[in-house]
């Protein structure tokens, strides 16, 4: 079982998931794609944003365009984090 950060989400008539992942993740399309095809597994099935933060703590997101503007637009420690498992 792998523990993570995460949070659900429900801004503008929407519910989805972020999961922070490691530094890295996002660079590599495989990992990318490993991660969001997990992680949508843990949220649900429900939209899910990958997010990694750099050494400054600024973060960057993947995902579907509209959810990823809106995180960009925010600040993170709005979001609901909290710990959360998936199952390997």
Known sequence: M????GAVVREQGLTF???AVRTGTL????RRSAALSGFRAAFGGMPTVLMEQ???????YFGRPDI?????SIDI???????????S
Request: no cysteine.
């Open 68 to 72: 990823v503007r809106f995180l960009a």
């Open 17 to 19: 998931g972020v999961a």
């Open 27 to 30: 660079s590599s399309s495989n």
């Open 2 to 5: 792998t523990v993570f950060d």
């Open 54 to 60: 750099d050494g400054r703590g600024v973060p960057t």
């Open 77 to 87: 420690r709005r979001l609901p984090w909290r710990r959360m498992s998936l199952s």
